[in-house]
Each structure stands twice: as C-alpha cells, then as structure tokens.
C-alpha cells in the first residue's frame, strides 16, 4: 500500500484538504485523490511532528501521555503506534481505541485536528481465559508479551492449571476456532478452554471429557 498524504484536490475538494494516495515520490509527486479518484500533481509540505495527548490504558489503569505525532498524518481507530512520552522518556507501544477532536468521538481524524487519542497498550496484557472444567466453568488470566500467539489446539498453562484451546474471541468480534489459528495477545478479547487431564491419566485427554471406567 502507497503513503497517503492529505492535500486539497483540484477536482472535488480544492478548498479543503482530502485523502489522497501518493502514486509516484519526488520532487514533482503525483497523487489520487480517495474521494474521486481524480489523479495529479500535488506539493506536499514537510510534515512537523504535534505533541498529542493521549491516554493509555493498561490492564485496570490509565495514565496521561504527550507524544508527537506528524501534524499531517491519518489517525483511524484501531491504528497501532509506539508512543515516545516527551515528559518522562517511557516508550508504550498500543493500538488507537478511541479518538476525540472537536468535543466528539470520531473514528478517523487529521492529526492536527485531534484534541485527545486513547490507546490500549500492547508491550504486556493480560489474557482472559475461559475454562471448562468438569463442575462447570471458571476464569483464569495470563500475563504474556503483545506479540505473544496463541494457538486454538494448543495447550498452556495459568494459574496453576493446564488448559487446551478450543476458540479464541478476538477484539472486533469475530472467533477462530479451527485447529491451529494463531492470534497474537494483543488482538484477543477472550479465550475459550478445556482442562487437561491431571498427570498420570493419559496424554491428549482431559478431564472434564472423560467417565469413570471401571470395566
């Protein structure tokens, strides 16, 4: 995919700025534009970063960032950034839930218009799991790295107790369920499990699934 870049469009928007896709870089760059399609010539000015405020959240915490961020640069929900805080010099690397500009919620917006970003971050979360055991259901959490897989038919353990993948609910609803998907932590609402069998009972199985078989 081309860098986008935001510029008035001869054809549909000459007054006021409109996604464009730059086709070819350089000193005389050609741009399309995203809302007519319309091709030309453009001058693209050197973008200058703006200190942004953004709130971060982290498992049950949220704390206040101010990060730059180029003035002239695309912000949409669920885009993933690396926040460089300017006060403090920690780095978070997260994924955009929620955008302010103008006093409202919005789900794209040119970075100089935006009054405040939240981001989710991912250098560490936590998993949720599900998990089937024989008298019911139970939760368990995992802390894991952002880019940590899971894997549906996999197995792991947490909180003491060995479980087996069977679905995984990822964050913009959709499910993976067949035998060796894998989604990255970071992307996971929910996973769903079974219990492994105690040590001793046998490889594969578990406990939840099996009788007593005395015969």
């Known amino acids: 995919m081309n860098e986008e870049v935001i510029v008035e469009c001869p ?8 996604e464009h896709e730059i086709m070819r870089a350089g000193q005389n760059p050609v741009v399309q534009c995203q809302e007519c399609g319309a091709v030309h ?24 960032l101010h990060a730059p961020i180029d003035s002239e640069d695309m912000l949409y929900i669920d885009d993933e950034l690396v926040v460089d805080d300017e006060h403090s010099d920690e780095v978070y690397p997260i994924i955009v ?12 917006q040119q970075v100089e218009k935006i009054d405040v970003v939240w981001g989710r971050a991912t250098d560490e979360v936590t998993a949720k799991i599900s998990l089937k055991v024989r008298n019911g259901s139970t939760s368990l959490e995992k802390k894991v790295p952002g880019e ?18 069977t679905k995984i609910k990822i964050r913009d609803g959709g499910f993976r369920s067949r035998k060796g998907d894998s989604v990255a932590a970071k992307y996971i609402k929910r996973i769903y499990s079974i219990e492994k069998r105690r040590t001793g009972w046998g490889e594969g199985k578990t406990s939840w699934s099996q009788r007593d078989k005395r015969y």
């Open 11 to 18: 054809v549909c928007s000459p007054e006021e700025p409109v």
């Open 41 to 64: 010539t453009t001058i693209i000015e050197e973008k200058k970063p703006i200190i942004t405020k953004i709130i971060v959240s982290k498992d049950d915490i949220s704390f206040t």
């Open 97 to 108: 839930t929620a955008i302010e500009s103008e006093g409202r919620r919005v789900d794209r």
């Open 148 to 165: 940590f897989e899971f894997v549906v038919g996999g197995d792991y353990n947490a909180g003491g107790k060995s479980f087996h993948i």
